[in-house]
């Protein structure tokens, strides 16, 4: 657990997938700084008076553990928080709804039979858990700007705030069969996958190598489904920078 001092001087991590999802967090950034490191753009600054480094994370595992990595061993981040978005895997997960995860698995590791699927193989461990306190935070961030979004008449009708596992994996997925079979094995194993994404099980792992405390929201851009590729790019254009600016400013007023 990091000191009550560092905290104070050590810059936090907002980490997004896309530039599209960082935009809005670079629009409200106070005296920018721009180092470039490990082929990426780091972004440091103040945002809500407090130190921030803003960071892409690129698209996909090994992609995410890279920028992860070089966030806590090059810029001596304690914190990160993810913003962006996922596909709608569980009943009732809604374009438009946020998940905060409590914890993450990779869908598309296999090891078996050497190890038993799912399982990181070495680390005798299926799930990776993101931390409590961020995460409480970031619930009532996304609430609060859910909230926010439909008094501005921009919001998605009924759109809730849930709370639970996200699957990663080098995939985006695309398919209403292969979505529901991806559910439904998931399920089997015990593993009740609320949204699908493609990076946040690295940063997750890498974050445990180093005790660094982590938290992720994700926006519904689409349902996995056979519409995915259409539902993804206009929500992400037209409304995933809007949510995570509005969330992050809450999430660090109340840090
Ligand atoms: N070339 C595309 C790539 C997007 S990949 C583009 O830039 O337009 C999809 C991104 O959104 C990833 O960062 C992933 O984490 C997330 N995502 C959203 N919906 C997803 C889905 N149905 N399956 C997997 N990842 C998804």
Sequence with gaps: MPLASDLVTSPIAIL???PQEQRGLMELLQRPRKVIHASRDFWLGDLHGQPVVLALSKIGKVAAATTTTALIERFGVLRIVFTGVAGGLGHGVKVGDVVVATDFV???LDASPLFP???VPLYGKTRFHCDAVLSALLFEAS???LAHESRMAH???GA???Q???ASGDRFVSGADESRRLRDLMARAGHDVLAVEMEGAAVAQVCMDYGVPFAVMRTISDRADDSAHIDFPSFVDAVASRYARVVIERFLSKL
């Design 106 to 108: 990779q869908h598309d």
């Design 160 to 162: 809730c705030v849930h």
């Design 143 to 145: 609430c609060h700007a």
């Design 164 to 166: 639970g596992l996200i």
């Design 117 to 119: 699927r799912y399982q």
């Design 16 to 18: 997004s997938a896309l």
């Design 155 to 157: 919001g998605f009708a």
